[in-house]
């Protein structure tokens, strides 16, 4: 089971700025071991955040996105006291949804 | 021929900000540094080493709220920031991995052996004194560096400490002196930290523990001494030894003074 993310959401002039820590190995699939086994890869594959039931964001991630990878976006609508839920899923079906509520 | 043209200029830009490189890349590291400030993975790690710290675990079955990292049991604000310390209950000076491994042995009953194997996380295993070390930290930030020296043992510790540093050995004739004694000097784009000028060493020691971004794990000072002894290709530097405490003590006596702010992010 994955860790936590920490998500951190400010309203401020009717904009939500939000901002993810997601806790994930992402690997690439390029990497060799010690052994020189490649180390199969296992990274998030997408990431949806959505607002009173509203998709406010959805991604289509790939190898390339860093190990721990941290997302900054804004929306427009949300209010302070709202909820905000964020989920990844990554290529071996593992998922994770985690939510903040609006500062 | 426009290609060949382009590639030209573009050679002869690079020939132009040749000399003036060092300078303009460390501004520029020095801004991919700040940019990082706000992602900090390190959050992750504090989040699991709270987590930790509160847990029942053991065979004993008992969180660490009740360890004593020296301002007396439980007390975990600013108490890295006073850190090494003589510890009366084992009678010898210890950093802050020495006494989590202490507490977890005399309070939740872990053998010792088998919680220090591998002490730092890598692929496929995490180190639980990394997690509870960037948490313990983190309650320490703001804090001022205050290591105290007022029994012999600390003193003692301090003084191995600065020998070890100064001491020359291994196959490279090397000491920590060597890339840290002198100011101004760096390998690459690295700057190094002059540990026997006040200000450097406040920089320094006060950054660790740091989330490596090349690594993609949050690193504690245990490790950070732990990598200049492979570097300097010296033996093992064993985890929680003597040595490595003595040379933290001198190291973190230095950055007396020092506004601690840490977990930070590293390259």
Redesign the interface.
């Known amino acids: 089971m994955a860790d936590p993310m920490r998500i951190r959401a400010v309203a401020k002039d009717g904009v939500v700025n939000v901002k993810v820590l997601m806790s994930h190995e992402m690997e690439t699939g390029q990497r060799k071991d010690n052994s020189g086994n490649v180390v199969p890869a296992h990274f998030i594959q997408s990431v949806t955040a959505s607002w009173q039931g509203k998709t406010v964001l959805s991604a289509q991630w790939g190898p390339a996105v860093s190990k721990n990878p941290f997302l900054e976006f804004n929306f427009k609508g949300g209010q302070k006291g709202d909820k905000v839920q964020v989920t990844w899923t990554d290529n071996k079906g593992d998922k994770r949804t985690d939510e903040a509520t609006i500062n | 021929m426009n290609r060949t043209l382009k590639i030209a200029s573009v050679l002869l830009a690079a020939a132009v900000a040749g000399p003036a490189m060092p300078q303009s890349a460390v501004d520029e590291i020095a801004k991919y540094r700040l940019q990082l400030q706000?992602?900090n993975?390190a959050?992750?790690w504090e989040?699991?080493g709270e987590d930790l710290w509160k847990q029942k675990r053991g065979p004993k079955n008992v969180s660490l709220e009740q360890c004593d990292l020296g301002k007396g049991p439980g007390v975990v604000k600013g108490a890295y920031a006073e850190l090494p310390r003589y510890f009366a209950d084992a009678d010898r000076v210890m950093d802050l991995e020495t006494r989590l491994v202490h507490c977890m042995v005399t309070l939740q009953g872990f053998k010792q052996a088998d919680i220090t194997k591998r002490p730092f996380g890598g692929?496929g295993s995490r180190s639980d004194y990394e997690a509870l070390g960037a948490w313990i930290t983190s309650e320490a930030k703001g804090y001022t560096m205050a290591v105290p020296m007022s029994h012999p043992k600390e003193q003692e510790a301090f003084r191995l400490g600065e020998k070890m540093f100064f001491f020359r050995g291994g196959p490279h004739d090397f000491a920590c002196a060597t890339c840290h004694g002198q100011t101004g000097k760096r390998i690459r784009l690295q700057d190094l930290p002059n540990l026997t000028e006040r200000g450097d060493a406040q920089r320094a020691y006060t950054t660790w523990p740091a989330y490596r971004?090349s690594q993609?794990e949050l690193r504690t000072f245990q490790w950070r001494l732990n990598d200049c002894f492979r570097q300097q290709r010296f033996p093992d530097l064993k985890f929680t030894s003597e040595a490595s405490i003595a040379l933290t003590t001198f190291l973190a006596k230095n950055a007396d003074g020092g506004k601690f702010n840490a977990p930070a992010i590293k390259r």
């Open positions: 706000d992602g993975p959050d992750l989040a699991r692929p971004v993609g």
